[in-house]
């Protein structure tokens, strides 16, 4: 009777101990969508820089500001601005996908070929009220999609609308502006070619609605200072990119 008694109290630790390996690989052996490459192995920072420095390997920075804890890339506070950078360059057009976690009113940010997306505890912060799906002290998904030739315009240094009308004519060698149909100067029309991100959260747009890139550059992360240091600031997992030819 003792010895299956025994047995009985075993079972629970067994479960308990399988029910830790599940989580751990689950963890571990997250497969991104078809097309989709992983830019974070759930592991350590392979594929990532710090400064100069390549992290292949490496499950942390040497000051400890990133570092890989339960399949998760930790952002954490300390002394200054810190920002770990992709070893990789992109310049084809691609689409982006992670999640993060934000600790209660944190802030930092997801580089795109080196503009700085702010990505923050913004509800806690008081900060893009329109959204509707952001989960406090849960996991959100930034679904950033880049392309590039797309032509941006620009009156007085602010984005031209699809709703908005933008008419330059020139009449005896003289342009004339006018923005639906206000006269504007034509010298604050700005016409360019650019590389173009437009953001997602949860599949809400956030402001900015639409970012300017350059035509090459790397994905990022950054941390920020704080108040403690030494206290979690923000986690990121399943950092995946899909390249367009």
Not at 169 to 194: E, F, M, Q, R, Y
Not at 219 to 224: D, W
Request: net charge positive; aromatic share 8%.
């Amino acid at each position: 009777m003792a010895h299956a008694y025994a047995r009985w109290l075993a079972l629970p630790v067994m479960v308990l101990v399988l029910g830790g390996f599940a989580v751990a690989e689950q963890a571990d052996t997250f497969k991104p969508e078809d097309g989709y490459v992983l830019l974070f192995n759930g592991k350590d920072l392979t594929g990532w820089r710090y400064g100069k420095d390549t992290l292949e390997g490496k499950g942390e920075t040497a000051d400890k500001r990133f570092f890989v804890k339960d399949g998760v890339i930790v952002a954490d506070e300390g002394k200054g601005i810190k920002d770990l950078y992709t070893v990789k360059e992109f310049d084809k057009e691609f689409n982006l996908k992670l999640e993060f976690r934000a600790g209660e009113k944190s802030d930092s940010g997801v580089y795109i070929r080196g503009p700085q997306l702010q990505v923050r505890d913004f509800i806690r912060r008081g900060e893009q009220k329109q959204m509707k799906n952001f989960k406090n002290d849960g996991w959100n998904e930034l679904d950033i999609t880049v392309k590039n030739g797309i032509v941006v315009t620009k009156v007085n240094g602010k984005d031209v609308g699809p709703k908005d009308v933008l008419e330059v004519t020139v009449k005896d060698g003289k342009p004339v502006a006018k923005l639906n149909g206000t006269a504007v100067d034509v010298n604050k029309v700005d016409i360019s070619v650019n590389a173009v991100a437009t953001c997602l959260c949860n599949g809400e747009p956030f402001a900015p609605p639409t970012m300017t890139l350059p035509a090459k550059g790397p994905i990022g992360l950054q941390a920020e200072p704080g108040a403690n240091p030494g206290t979690m600031k923000f986690e990121y997992r399943r950092i995946r990119i899909k390249e367009v030819n």
